[in-house]
């Protein structure tokens, strides 16, 4: 007789997993955390569909964006919408201030979410096809102690987890109004480098230039080092609002390193635009050699930032670019997988189990049918 082929049990798809009870338990006391800190400062929740018309992301995370191009799942529906498995949060959020009103309500408005997010990328430490974020907003209002307060909101929320070595790497990319500028000094430093890009950087060369300093090619990572800075081609309003935000998280003793290199992945954003990071501390390495090979170690070696836990900025043309009117916005979204990564690698606790207090062993059927009922008793006098 023929063998009969062994039926493998169906795995979970590339890019996604199961979170099991241990990953909940930190998953729950990271949103609880952020949530705390939100409220306090006058945020509101909201929860937008997983589904999204697929239009909604194409102009304003830009046609050429690395998330448009390659990474989002679409499908056609019977009635012939174009729909996507939301790729990231801050869009739908625009269109649910549109959509529901709040535009007449006292402004600005502040708005948080956590939720699960989709994009077809290289799955890796900290990166998954699905993958959940918690992000807050601030829409309604251009003032630079915003920047700052969402900056505070989402270094306190890690930072009272207790993560350690945190750092926000901070620039200002400018506005319509100077940024052109840059953008055509920077195309004449790529055009001067062409050969050595990769093949995304030299056929997104002439839509966006700004877009190649975000390229994780090493190749175009090493050209981007001696890039012009877009902080020399700062208009005057730019570079007064960009200092007011360095001026406040002086103020209150948020740590932060200028990166002149900084951009976001989203053609949405303009000013303000951060990442946060935990720098590895190279003490433990540096002391075991001789001060020679010490000074050697620091040439040689990378700048210490090693995984973004989470990025923002301000994106006061957002609006407008969805077809409304302007709305000066600001906000953040972290990374909820690579926080407990982290975490754990940390050894740092989650939420503990809560421990019984009583309970109930039964010997024979008569017992067994009575602790069916005693244990509900119980429950409801809080045992």
């Not at 953008?183 to 430093?189: G, I, S, V």
């Not at 950087?201 to 975000?214: E, G, S, T, V």
Request: hydrophobic content about 35%.
């Amino acid at each position: 007789m023929p063998k009969t082929q062994k039926k493998e049990i169906i795995q979970t798809p590339k890019g996604t997993h199961d979170v099991l009870h241990g990953d909940i338990r930190y998953l729950n006391k990271i949103i609880e955390k952020a949530q705390e800190i939100a409220e306090f400062y006058g945020f509101l929740p909201i929860k937008t569909p997983h589904l999204e018309h697929a239009e909604l992301f194409a102009r304003p995370l830009g046609e050429t964006s690395e998330v448009v191009e390659k990474q989002m799942y679409t499908l056609r529906t019977r009635g012939g919408d174009l729909l996507v498995l939301r790729p990231e949060g801050t869009a739908p959020i625009v269109r649910a201030y549109h959509q529901n009103g709040m535009i007449s309500w006292p402004q600005p408005v502040k708005l948080y979410y956590e939720g699960a997010f989709f994009r077809h990328e290289n799955p890796q430490k900290g990166r998954f096809r699905e993958f959940r974020q918690f992000g807050l907003e601030i829409l309604g209002d251009d003032d630079a102690v915003l920047d700052a307060q969402v900056i505070k909101i989402m270094y306190l929320t890690l930072a009272e987890l207790k993560l350690k070595n945190l750092i926000i790497r901070i620039n200002s990319i400018g506005d319509k109004n100077c940024r052109p500028s840059y953008k055509k000094e920077l195309a004449n430093y790529y055009k001067r480098k062409f050969n050595y890009l990769c093949k995304d950087c030299k056929r997104r060369f002439k839509d966006n230039p700004m877009r190649m300093l975000a390229c994780k090619e090493k190749s175009c990572i090493e050209l981007k080092a001696q890039a012009p800075q877009i902080i020399e081609q700062l208009c005057e309003a730019c570079k007064t609002h960009f200092k007011s935000v360095l001026e406040f998280l002086d103020e209150g003793q948020i740590p932060y390193l200028l990166d002149h290199q900084l951009v976001r992945g989203f053609d949405y954003y303009g000013r303000t635009v951060f990442e946060i990071f935990m720098e590895e501390d190279k003490k433990e390495t540096i002391s075991e050699k001789t001060e020679n090979q010490a000074k050697e170690l620091n040439k040689k070696e990378e700048p210490a930032a090693q995984i973004a836990l989470g990025g923002g900025g301000r994106y006061d043309e957002l609006s407008t670019i969805m077809g409304g009117r302007k709305v000066p916005a600001v906000g953040w979204s972290l990374g909820l997988e690579r926080i407990i990564h982290e975490m754990k690698k940390m050894a740092l606790p989650s939420e503990a189990s809560p421990k019984p207090s009583v309970f109930l062993i039964h010997i024979g059927p008569a017992a067994k049918r009575r602790a069916f009922n005693l244990m509900e008793d119980m429950r409801k006098s809080g045992i």
